[in-house]
């Protein structure tokens, strides 16, 4: 953390205006969570120095900024010498961000933080209301054991607050008197002279309740061997002092039981975004009811070293040695590959392994490198995606899977009726099967009923360039197979077409091209846009191309290929035709031409390039106008 706010502090000083203010600020928030962190008191107090000469660098930086008052105009808002060191710098912070709240010269009063006429208290994911009805409940009928745990505190918060990090506390007593919820929690170091200061063992405080009336004064209650042990927390404390509150139930309570013991080999990191290797069980329940599962795994030698060698907090270690979560799906016991639309019901139950669904599983591993990340299909790039072929021999129901390796990485998977050929761009009219928008991690697509054919499957990222590896499983009830396609252009000739300008208006050229045998080819364009001082800029979307492939000129011209469907498309995406035959007795009688067409207006003079991929030498000439 120290470091993170050095580099922090470098770039401030060597920048200017806004980026030296933002860098100001992050130092300063950088050295408080340092003075939190540190492990001693005068490396505390060395970061919380640090954190003030960068507020205060902050300050003068948004005065010059503002052209407002600088802060020595501002006497008013300078913090007392009464006030504390922490509460020196938060305040400064606040005024930094826009804020100058009012200091308190003495305690608040009881009603400082009443709430307002229908105003509801608010917290986070936790109904304390519920928990504390639940947890009483439970205490007083004698079936659940209580134990509250710290998280990773500084030294110096352990000596204000008297807790020590990482360890837990058990729970002997609760109460309610009135209004007010305790907890007797046993401590043997709660006769350090902070907990007296903290409140804990007697004071003033609204929220902090005092011990039961003993006869002993504060000072013997806070010495006494056989009483100093323990003390009274209101249960509002306990939810912000302390990190977890951990339950553990009477198992009588459970009168339908059913284990299942089990071996979890983790899958490779591909499949860490979907549910196909996780373990699943099928859950059957005649009646409605309650259902609580419990997993707990059996510890091995490598996660204990883990566990006494960390170096950081126990939540750091907890994530090294990875977490474990339980989702519940309405799924006719049928196993499922994705999550979402997780439901909960209940007992009595039985519990066994759930089925697939499908009975034949074939996949393929793959990645989206710098040459085949092509991005999604309105991406002029989108041919490049890694395509397969997949053979279908007869009618079967059918699931793809993707699964990529990265979860930051949104992804898609499209089936395409393409006689296992790669396509450059989808037709709504080929799409068999897509797996809808694009998902993090993972996606699928399931098709109630295929029928037999030759597929050609097309795995995309959303954005173009993102790379990762990928697995693509196929599961269905025959036997399919899949394999990829070769890239585009492999194994082919490729010739390239010298440039073209199309400077305005409509606009056609055309360029003789030659074979000496049979040849099969393609044709593909792409443009960039120079503006008429020669600056690169976007052509304007009103300007459209398409190419052909001729033979013979005039009323006998004929076309044998052509892109987009005899449609003019945007120029900045790649513009491809079809493959094609070219004959060499033909190409004599008859000529073959390549020709491109432009429509629409435009304020830039557009520079086409392109190239011809073929299984044989092409000859080619120059462009003419026509």
Not at 213 to 227: F, I, K, M, Q, V
């Amino acid at each position: 953390m120290e470091r993170r706010a050095q580099a922090a502090e470098s770039l401030a000083t060597g920048a200017a205006g806004k980026d030296a203010l933002n860098n100001a600020i992050k130092a300063a928030e950088l050295y408080m969570r340092a003075a939190g962190e540190a492990g001693s008191q005068p490396d505390a107090v060395r970061f919380r120095r640090k954190c003030r000469e960068m507020i205060t660098y902050a300050e003068k930086l948004k005065a010059a900024l503002g052209g407002g008052a600088k802060p020595a105009e501002l006497p008013a808002t300078r913090p007392s010498l009464s006030e504390s060191t922490s509460a020196s710098i938060l305040r400064l912070g606040s005024k930094l961000h826009g804020n100058d709240f009012p200091i308190w010269q003495e305690g608040p009063g009881i009603d400082e933080f009443e709430l307002l006429p229908g105003q509801d208290p608010f917290t986070e994911d936790i109904d304390l209301e519920n928990i504390w009805e639940r947890i009483q409940a439970a205490h007083k009928s004698g079936d659940v054991v209580i134990t509250l745990g710290t998280g990773r505190i500084s030294a110096e918060e352990e000596e204000v607050m008297g807790l020590i990090g990482e360890h837990d506390y058990a729970v002997e007593n609760l109460d309610t008197s009135g209004s007010s919820r305790r907890l007797l929690i046993k401590n043997p170091w709660c006769d350090a002279p902070s907990m007296t200061a903290l409140g804990w063992l007697g004071s003033a405080s609204s929220t902090l309740i005092k011990p039961p009336n003993t006869g002993l004064s504060t000072e013997r209650l806070a010495h006494d061997p056989n009483s100093s042990s323990r003390l009274w927390v209101a249960f509002e404390d306990v939810a912000q002092h302390f990190e977890s509150m951990y339950l553990n139930w009477n198992p009588a309570l459970f009168a339908c039981r059913k284990d299942h013991h089990f071996s979890w080999e983790l899958p490779a990191k591909v499949y860490g975004a979907s549910l196909s290797r996780n373990p699943q069980f099928s859950v059957t329940s005649p009646s409605a009811g309650t259902i609580w599962v419990l997993v707990s795994r059996h510890f091995v030698d490598a996660e204990l070293d883990i566990a006494r060698e960390r170096r950081d907090s126990m939540a750091a270690a907890a994530r090294q040695l990875g977490f474990m979560s339980i989702s519940v799906f309405e799924n006719d016991g049928k196993k499922l590959q994705i999550c979402g639309g997780e439901i909960y019901r209940g007992p009595p139950l039985e519990v066994g392994e759930a089925l697939e669904s499908m009975s034949h599983f074939t996949e393929q591993l793959g990645a989206w490198t710098r040459r085949t990340a092509g991005g999604n299909a309105s991406c002029g790039t989108f041919f490049q995606n890694p395509q397969y072929r997949l053979s279908v021999k007869s009618s079967s129901p059918l699931s793809i899977l993707l699964c990529a390796d990265a979860n930051d990485i949104h992804v898609h998977v499209d089936l395409i009726w393409a006689q296992g050929r790669r396509v450059t761009a989808v037709r709504v009219k080929d799409l068999v099967a897509s797996s809808g928008e694009y998902r993090r991690g993972c996606a699928v697509a399931d098709i109630a009923m295929l029928e037999p054919g030759v597929y050609t499957l097309v795995c995309s990222t959303f954005e173009a360039s993102q790379l990762g590896n990928f697995s693509v499983r196929v599961a269905s009830m025959v036997p399919t197979t899949i394999a990829p396609i070769p890239a585009d252009g492999a194994g082919s000739l490729l010739t390239k077409l010298p440039h073209v300008h199309l400077a305005e208006g409509d606009e056609r050229f055309r360029l003789p091209v030659n074979v000496s045998w049979l040849t099969r080819a393609s044709v593909s364009l792409h443009s960039s846009a120079t503006s008429q001082l020669g600056s690169k800029m976007q052509p304007p979307s009103s300007q459209m191309v398409r190419v052909s492939v001729v033979h013979g000129w005039g009323p006998e011209q004929v076309t044998i290929a052509v892109s987009g469907d005899n449609e003019f498309q945007d120029p900045r995406s790649t513009i491809r035709t079809p493959q094609f035959d070219m004959e060499p007795k033909r190409i004599r009688k008859d000529g073959l031409w390549m020709l491109i067409e432009s429509i629409g207006s435009h304020g830039v003079a557009l520079t086409i390039d392109g190239e011809i991929l073929s299984d044989s030498p092409v000859r080619i000439g120059s462009w003419e106008s026509v």
